[in-house]
Nanobody
Framework: QVHLRESGGGVVQAGESLRLSCAAS????????LNWYRQSPGKQRELVAT???????DYADSVKGRFTISRDNVWNKVFLQMNNLKPEDTAIYFC?????????WGQGTQVTVTS
């Protein structure tokens, strides 16, 4: 059974940084692309960042230059370094992987950015 668990959220002021972590189990971690999504109240869940099995990354335009996704294939973790946070980054952040055609999600971690 695939299991994802996010951590690292919190309340910060605009301009500050946070680093989110996602620990994965139940899959051959290194061969999968991993994603970070976020969802704000009343909005659809949006893709924030993706990292491929080879380490290539891609970002939503709204976070390019501020967020960095990375992975550790030894400890089966994926990270999201978030710098220069803005109030509009406030959301629940979810780790995601598509395993054998099925999307798996963690429980999410809340990020709140105050102005």
């Amino acid at each position: 059974q695939v299991h994802l668990r996010e951590s690292g959220g919190g309340v910060v002021q605009a301009g500050e940084s946070l680093r989110l972590s996602c620990a994965a189990s139940g899959l051959n971690f290194r061969i999968y692309a991993l994603n970070w999504y976020r969802q704000s109240p009343g909005k659809q869940r949006e893709l924030v960042a993706t990292i491929t099995s080879g380490g290539s990354s891609d970002y939503a335009d709204s976070v390019k230059g501020r967020f960095t996704i990375s992975r550790d294939n030894v400890w089966n973790k994926v990270f999201l370094q978030m710098n220069n946070l803005k109030p509009e980054d406030t959301a629940i952040y979810f780790c995601n992987v598509r395993h054998r055609g099925t999307d798996f999600w963690g429980q999410g971690t809340q990020v709140t950015v105050t102005s």
